[in-house]
């Protein structure tokens, strides 16, 4: 208990993005302590976790919060705060100045806690951690592969998509700490950093996850979202599908990949995560959630479908957090039932339900993804807590377009059925010309990322349009956020 009190501190003291260039413990016996052993280093990076699902990143807006409402996923009337910016696009009101500043200082604050056990870990050899060298590297991989991530998403949010504007300059990469200035760079730049930290970081987690304790991802479901089959001993090692493990950081380069345009890359990590660890591969570490599961009654639901997800983060919050936002807002689009049309079987539509109230202005859909399961279920229940990041499907999806890309469109369309079929789906998609084809990708990307904050993304990337209800709606600067004026760091 004293270590994570110890934590807290540091974390708490890395606020602000200005403070966060210039800090440095006021107590330096609390970095004595902490990284004196290899113990302290793995409450540094749980601390990482912990603060990526906090309702500034993960927790909320990076996931079911404006990431989702930017992808007009919501009612117009049901949106609450981020009506300010996802509706009527107004940066300057306080409810959105609180989300740009929040996402900017937590994600900045992350990457400065990353950074930090980064420089620690320098002076603690090998032989201290009990995992020895596989251990020591593992925390270092996933340190960087989080320190990449919270660049990603940054670039993403506060910068236009490369296929629009690639050099321009819109924020810092931050690989040192105490950082004292970090000039804007190139969004080319800041993705070649991103993916060069992401395969790196590869390389360090490989050890741990493909030998020495590779029954972490083996496992399946049980093993890496609810640690079954693991000891109190080697805890740490376990629950890896909430880690950034060696699958997941294989699709997280091949989602950075593909957003820089580098489509041979994209292609080489989505292809091996499908030859090797996919439902259709070798390993077959990760599954798409049966339709039995998907579909059970009640508390028996697998309501995140969490068997293909290759990274999520942890909050013991979630629900109470979800469970007040739902009381008067955040109800779904009215669109959401031309996503799922009845003609069409799809067992993802039986995730989206009527809100259950009396008050009929708080009526109106939602989906069961953020609805708390009272299964006795270790691994159904489980699913409470999580908040899906990246999942299998992306990747087939990612590999589907690459391919068709390449010119292989029959490949292409096989890898992208592959999903829908999954998904309950009797239907096989045949269209061969690029518009139908990228339409129907689209389409799959709402059906399968509802509220997980990733369709905005895909049609950002793609420069496409977004529909709400018959109003077309521009991918332009109304979707960059701007850097907040109080955190020029440059």
């Not at 079911?64 to 705060?81: F, P, R, T, V």
């Not at 399946?220 to 997941?248: D, E, P, S, W």
Request: hydrophobic fraction near 40%.
């Amino acid at each position: 208990m004293k270590k994570i009190t110890i934590l807290i501190v540091i974390i708490s003291s890395l606020t602000g993005c200005k403070k966060w260039l210039d800090v440095r413990p006021d107590d330096q016996l609390v970095d004595t302590e902490l990284f004196s052993e290899a113990l302290g280093f793995r409450h540094a990076l749980n601390g990482v976790y912990v603060q990526a699902a906090k309702p500034d990143l993960y927790g909320k807006n990076l996931s079911w919060g404006i990431n989702s409402a930017y992808g007009q996923e919501y009612a117009l009337d049901k949106m609450s705060d981020t009506k300010y910016l996802a509706q009527d696009f107004d940066k300057t009101s306080s409810f959105s100045q609180a989300v740009i500043n929040g996402i900017w200082t937590k994600g900045y604050n992350s990457i400065a806690n990353c950074n930090k056990l980064l420089k620690e870990i320098e002076s603690l050899p090998a032989n201290k951690f009990s995992q020895g060298r596989s251990e020591r590297n593992m925390i270092i991989g996933e340190a960087l592969a989080m320190r990449a991530l919270m660049h990603f998403e940054m670039i993403r949010l506060y910068a236009p998509a490369p296929a629009r504007e690639p050099g321009g300059k819109y924020i810092p990469y931050v690989s040192g700490y105490p950082a004292k200035l970090n000039a804007p760079i190139t969004t080319r730049e800041v993705l070649e950093l991103i993916a060069a930290d992401l395969e790196k970081a590869q390389s360090l987690v490989a050890e741990n996850d493909t030998i020495t304790n590779v029954t972490g991802m083996a496992g399946k479901l049980q093993g890496t979202i609810a640690g079954m089959g693991v000891n109190a001993a080697t805890a740490f090692f376990g629950f890896r599908g909430h880690r950034l493990n060696y699958g997941a950081i294989h699709g997280l380069l091949a989602r950075v990949y593909l957003y820089a345009g580098n489509y041979a890359k994209a292609k080489e990590h989505a292809k091996y995560l499908y030859d090797n660890y996919g439902p259709h591969g070798r390993l077959k570490y990760w599954e798409f959630t049966p339709e039995v599961d998907a579909t059970a009654v009640g508390n028996n639901r697998y309501n995140k479908l969490a068997n293909d997800i290759l990274f999520s983060v942890y909050d013991a919050d979630l629900i109470a957090n979800l469970s007040a936002a739902y009381q008067d807002s955040y109800r779904l689009t009215p669109d959401v039932d031309q996503w799922y049309p009845s003609s069409d079987r799809d067992y993802r539509a039986g995730l989206i339900s009527e809100f259950q109230t009396d008050n009929q202005n708080q009526k109106g859909k939602i989906t069961e993804k953020w609805q708390e399961s009272r299964s006795v279920n270790v691994e159904i229940k489980a699913q409470n807590t999580i908040i899906p990041v990246i999942r299998l499907s992306e990747v087939y999806y990612i590999y589907s377009e690459t391919l068709f890309r390449e010119g292989k469109v029959n490949d292409a369309l096989t890898v992208l059925n592959q999903v829908r079929n999954a998904r309950g789906k009797f239907t096989t998609f045949s269209q061969t010309d690029e518009e139908s084809f990228f339409q129907e990708l689209l389409a799959e990307y709402r059906r399968e990322f509802l509220t997980e904050g990733q369709i905005f993304f895909a049609y950002k990337r793609l420069q496409r349009n977004l529909m709400r209800g018959t109003q077309m709606i521009t991918i332009d600067d109304r979707f960059i956020l701007p850097i907040p004026q109080n955190e020029q760091i440059f």
